[in-house]
Nanobody
Framework: QMQLVESGGGLVQAGGSLRLSCVAS????????MAWFRQAPGKEREFVAAITRSGGDKDYADSVKGRFTISRDNAKNTVYLQMDSLKPDDTAVYYC?????????????????WGQGTQVTVSS
């Protein structure tokens, strides 16, 4: 089985930047598509970004497009989320997730593994 551990969250001012990391255990990280989700208080979980197994394709939610960048380093079993120009509305717990196969849109996939999340707080 795979374990996912997020890190890099914290408290930043609006307009600032953070870089989240998600480190996976196991030997087959490159076999999985990876995604980031977030959930804010009083809101449903929402899709943020996804990246395919070798990093060739990426997808972003409209709310973060142009501000966030997803990337991965398969040699380090790590997926990243670079977050720039942060807004208070970005405040949420951020989760990474892994899926071996894409059978539907990224936001509707049944992901095989989830991390436990890292808190991002953006002050106004």
């Amino acid at each position: 089985q795979m374990q996912l551990v997020e890190s890099g969250g914290g408290l930043v001012q609006a307009g600032g930047s953070l870089r989240l990391s998600c480190v996976a255990s196991g030997r087959t990280f490159s076999s999985y598509h990876m995604a980031w989700f977030r959930q804010a208080p009083g809101k449903e979980r929402e899709f943020v970004a996804a990246i395919t197994r070798s990093g060739g394709d990426k997808d972003y939610a409209d709310s973060v497009k142009g501000r966030f960048t997803i990337s991965r380093d398969n040699a380090k079993n790590t997926v990243y989320l670079q977050m720039d120009s942060l807004k208070p509305d970005d405040t949420a717990v951020y989760y990474c997730a892994a899926a071996q196969y894409q059978t539907t849109g990224w936001g509707n996939l049944r992901y095989d593994y989830w991390g436990q999340g890292t808190q991002v707080t953006v002050s106004s």
